[in-house]
């Protein structure tokens, strides 16, 4: 294996529940991985064996090439972890915050101003250095939790449950987050209930289920996942025999209804020369959407398996 994140055959058990049942999985560099599965499933055992605080009953974890039972402090260094209960130090300021976080991380002494300034600007904190973390508003908060996971510049992020308690608002500006970190080459596992908002960014899922990894493993997901097949069409009015005219055009109707055609592309063809065929055909096009796989439709068809 080769991956930025290798599990294998990883077993954990509490005293009396074993949590995880012999997970295996990897993650490449620069995914998104969400890390989906119902309450009880075992997201936030993984994550913290991942994490290198808990240590596996059974199997190995390599992160960043580094085993986490061998080198926990090495895989520390190269990790961001925030828990799905995050604590602040209420007291501190911002700057205060982010400095203890990088120091605590290892950042030497005469780079860890230039970190608190990199992750504060990071989440966009900057007009809040000098504020008190306990002022913050929970969106502000969750931005000052994440700013203090990523001041060491780890190279793999994990996020537990980085949602719950947020309004759309903040949730937007989380997911902007996520896909910037991403852009800049992190590799993210993120965990959630919302399989909307994973949508966002996830290039691929992972779903868990009663301790063992649910149908195909790590599949593809999200952004990344259109089904560029499969279009859907609404027409400004249709005519009686829409159906006719589309499969004159050479693609298959695969239903109307109404003012609306899900239209299936030959192999090969690009969905804008379609538009191009359906105007010059004298429809009145009024949307035109490539259908896309929604990480939905994924979970529910691993769901289903
Ligand atoms: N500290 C603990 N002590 C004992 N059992 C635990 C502990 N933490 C979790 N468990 C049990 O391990 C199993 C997996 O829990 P875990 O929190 O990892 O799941 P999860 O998928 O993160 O759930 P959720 O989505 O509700 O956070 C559950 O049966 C849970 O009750």
Sequence with gaps: MSGMIE?????????????????????????????????????????????????????????????????????????????????????????KALTYAARSRGVPVSETAAAVEMAAARVQLTDRLEARAGELSRGLKQRLAIAQTIVHQPRVLLLDEPAAGLDPEARRSLSDLILSLSKDGMTIVVSSHILAELEDYSTQMLMIRDGAVAGGGVVAAGSGHRDGQRV????????????????????????????TATLLLPEGEDDSALLGKLIAAGLKVRSFQAARKTLEDAYLAEVAR
């Design 232 to 259: 859907e069409v609404t027409f400004a009015e249709p005519p009686l025999d829409l159906a006719e005219r589309l499969e004159k055009l050479g693609v298959t109707v695969e239903q109307t209804t109404g003012d």
């Design 7 to 95: 599990v294998e055959g990883v077993v954990y058990d509490y005293p009396a529940v074993r949590a995880l049942h012999g997970v295996s999985f990897e993650v490449q560099a620069g995914a998104v991985l969400a890390l989906v599965g119902p309450n009880g499933a075992g997201k936030s055992t993984l994550m913290r064996c991942i994490a290198a605080l808990d240590v596996p009953t059974e199997g190995t974890i390599r992160v960043a090439g580094l085993d986490v039972e061998e080198d926990p402090r090495g895989v520390h260094a190269a990790i961001g972890y925030l828990p799905d209960f995050f604590g602040l130090y209420e007291e501190l300021s911002v700057r």
